[in-house]
């Protein structure tokens, strides 16, 4: 198993779908959606920006933080850490 944090948060959290029609039938096809690492980081980066103080940071460096934040969690997981 990999330990790369990047292929770890591989996979659809939040899928999103093409909706089609074929004759009478619906049909809803996976057409990709958010995925593990990027929902981490962006839950993240809505904890750092609760913070006021933070708020003197750039938001380049905020950014930076909530994935780097994302990276460990999804590395920790991938150790079996509890």
């Known amino acids: 198993m990999s330990t790369d944090p990047k292929t770890l948060g591989e ?6 779908y093409r909706e089609s029609f074929e004759f009478t039938q619906r049909i809803l096809e996976p057409e990709g ?3 593990l690492r990027t929902y ?5 980066l809505q904890g750092i ?4 103080e933070s708020w003197l940071i750039g938001s380049e460096s905020r ?4 994935v780097k934040e994302a990276d460990s969690l999804l ?3 991938a150790k079996g850490g509890k």
């Open 33 to 35: 959606g958010l995925n």
């Open 11 to 16: 996979g659809d959290v939040s899928p999103t």
């Open 40 to 44: 981490i980081a962006t839950a993240a």
């Open 75 to 77: 590395a920790e997981l």
């Open 49 to 52: 920006l609760a913070n006021p």
């Open 63 to 66: 950014s930076e933080r909530a």
